[in-house]
């Protein structure tokens, strides 16, 4: 892992110190969910509520928009589907702002600008960043965009977008024990109650060092501890569905806030489509018996790995998403699952083998041609991406959707 820079490393210390703060108000011990609460959202001081560069080359991670415009261009196309000369955009989550201005500038060259687009950030330094970005478009799409510091209270007629969203929701962790569902989460070591008094687990850093050898602070490392009712019947909920039973020792995420935000973002649209990009899996194969270890994954400059304790407070922490949970919140909330599909079919679906073969310049076709490659080889996005449509009154078929329907997996 790359070393912490000084402003970095005093950073992190102090989310550390404000966790540590409610490890020991709470107990000794806090839930993952909390924890990752912490971590990312806390005002001020989260990952995602302080300033520091997060998506592209010089952050931690890169998404589909920050690959290529290909992608956000092929978005146009199922958005322009979806307006039908009229209604707005609302992109929840806008990254740098890459999307919303490739979007716009496509919608507009097709003559399908929506009549707004809003953007509702949770970070102030990413819309800081995106308002830089979208100041330099033409002032007849400029002024179409505008900042919500909540969902629109009156009901959108048109297309809401999350890329990447759900998987940076909290969740919990659970893990098989004897027959037992124990509930992980973090406490501090060498802080800990009599209850807790069992070997704390090893995590992706690798063992705890004996308290002695500790300096400073304690640190803040994976504890089990006895599940809510909430979570216990959850997990036995999902145990009772899944085809084959999960061996001891299995250790997953389940994220309870699925429903209610599927709820809460289904409740804003009066006509049109939810669209939802992001890495996961149907349920069946989410809770894979040989999947032991979950997917959680902490994203630090470019770097992958699975130690949350990490870097506290200056690195993503994220989990796959479960269509099948994000499904059927969406039929409780009166909304129909349109479509389910790999990013590389809705890509394809939308053109995107198109935009790159009409290019006569061979420098810039050999420039798309890798940047289309890395959006639909099963090995780079392609197949771990996922791109699911929920919509509300709406007839024809999504066009994203044509070459592939897997919502018979969920």
Same mark, same amino acid.
């Given at each position: 892992?790359?070393?912490?820079?000084?402003?970095?490393?005093? $950073?992190?210390?102090?989310?550390?110190?404000?966790?540590?703060?409610?490890?020991?108000?709470?107990?000794?011990?806090?839930?993952?969910?909390?924890?990752?609460?912490?971590?990312?959202?806390?005002?001020?001081?989260?990952?995602?509520?302080?300033?520091?560069?997060?998506?592209?080359?010089?952050?931690?991670?890169?998404?589909?928009?920050?690959?290529?415009?290909?992608?956000?261009?092929?978005?146009?196309?199922?958005?322009?589907?979806?307006?039908?000369?009229?209604?707005?955009?609302?992109?929840?989550?806008?990254?740098?702002?890459?999307?919303?201005?490739?979007?716009?500038?496509?919608?507009?060259?097709?003559?399908?600008?929506?009549?707004?687009?809003?953007?509702?950030?949770?970070?102030?330094?990413?819309?800081?960043?995106?308002?830089?970005?979208?100041?330099?478009?033409?002032?007849?799409?400029?002024?179409?965009?505008?900042?919500?510091?909540?969902?629109?209270?009156?009901?959108?007629?048109?297309?809401?977008?999350?890329?990447?969203?759900?998987?940076?929701?909290?969740?919990?962790?659970?893990?098989?024990?004897?027959?037992?569902?124990?509930?992980?989460?973090?406490?501090? $070591?060498?802080?800990?109650?009599?209850?807790?008094?069992?070997?704390?687990?090893?995590?992706?850093?690798?063992?705890?060092?004996?308290?002695?050898?500790?300096?400073?602070?304690?640190?803040?490392?994976?504890?089990?501890?006895?599940?809510?009712?909430?979570?216990?019947?959850?997990?036995?909920?999902?145990?009772?569905?899944?085809?084959?039973?999960?061996?001891?020792?299995?250790?997953?995420?389940?994220?309870?806030?699925?429903?209610?935000?599927?709820?809460?973002?289904?409740?804003?649209?009066?006509?049109?489509?939810?669209?939802?990009?992001?890495?996961?899996?149907?349920?069946?194969?989410?809770? $894979?018996?040989?999947?032991?270890?979950?997917?959680?994954?902490?994203?630090?400059?470019?770097?992958?790995?699975?130690?949350?304790?990490?870097?506290?407070?200056?690195?993503?922490?994220?989990?796959?998403?479960?269509?099948?949970?994000?499904?059927?919140?969406?039929?409780?909330?009166?909304?129909?699952?349109?479509?389910?599909?790999?990013?590389?079919?809705?890509?394809?679906?939308?053109?995107?083998?198109?935009?790159?073969?009409?290019?006569?310049?061979?420098?810039? $076709?050999?420039?798309?041609?890798?940047?289309?490659?890395?959006?639909?080889?099963?090995?780079?996005?392609?197949?771990?991406?996922?791109?699911?449509?929920?919509?509300?009154?709406?007839?024809?078929?999504?066009?994203?959707?044509?070459?592939?329907?897997?919502?018979?997996?969920?």
């Amino acid at each position: 892992m790359p070393p912490l820079a000084p402003e970095e490393e005093a $950073h992190s210390g102090a989310v550390a110190a404000l966790i540590r703060e409610r490890i020991r108000a709470a107990g000794g011990w806090l839930s993952f969910e909390q924890f990752m609460e912490l971590a990312l959202y806390a005002p001020g001081l989260g990952y995602y509520s302080a300033g520091s560069v997060k998506i592209g080359p010089g952050g931690d991670f890169v998404t589909a928009p920050e690959v290529s415009d290909l992608f956000s261009r092929c978005v146009a196309r199922q958005c322009a589907q979806v307006l039908a000369g009229s209604g707005e955009i609302l992109e929840l989550g806008a990254g740098t702002g890459r999307m919303a201005a490739t979007l716009l500038e496509t919608l507009a060259a097709d003559g399908a600008l929506p009549e707004r687009y809003a953007i509702l950030e949770v970070s102030a330094d990413l819309a800081e960043r995106q308002r830089a970005r979208l100041a330099r478009l033409a002032p007849e799409l400029r002024r179409r965009v505008v900042w919500l510091d909540r969902l629109p209270g009156q009901p959108v007629r048109g297309v809401i977008l999350a890329n990447e969203v759900l998987d940076a929701l909290p969740c919990r962790r659970f893990l098989l024990s004897a027959g037992e569902v124990r509930e992980l989460g973090v406490a501090l $070591h060498g802080e800990l109650r009599p209850q807790d008094a069992a070997k704390p687990r090893a995590s992706g850093s690798g063992a705890v060092p004996p308290v002695e050898s500790l300096p400073g602070a304690p640190l803040i490392i994976e504890r089990e501890a006895e599940p809510d009712e909430a979570l216990r019947g959850a997990v036995a909920a999902l145990l009772k569905v899944l085809p084959e039973p999960l061996p001891d020792g299995y250790c997953s995420e389940l994220c309870l806030r699925v429903s209610p935000w599927i709820g809460g973002v289904g409740a804003c649209l009066d006509r049109g489509a939810i669209l939802l990009f992001d890495y996961g899996l149907p349920r069946s194969h989410y809770y $894979h018996p040989q999947r032991t270890s979950g997917t959680l994954r902490c994203h630090f400059k470019q770097r992958v790995h699975d130690d949350p304790t990490l870097n506290i407070g200056v690195q993503d922490i994220t989990a796959w998403v479960d269509f099948t949970r994000v499904a059927e919140a969406a039929l409780d909330g009166g909304l129909e699952v349109s479509g389910f599909a790999t990013q590389t079919a809705f890509l394809l679906a939308l053109g995107i083998e198109q935009d790159v073969a009409e290019l006569s310049n061979p420098l810039e $076709h050999a420039r798309l041609a890798g940047e289309a490659r890395r959006l639909l080889l099963p090995g780079e996005m392609g197949e771990a991406f996922k791109v699911m449509a929920l919509t509300r009154g709406l007839e024809d078929r999504l066009q994203g959707f044509s070459l592939q329907d897997l919502r018979g997996s969920l």
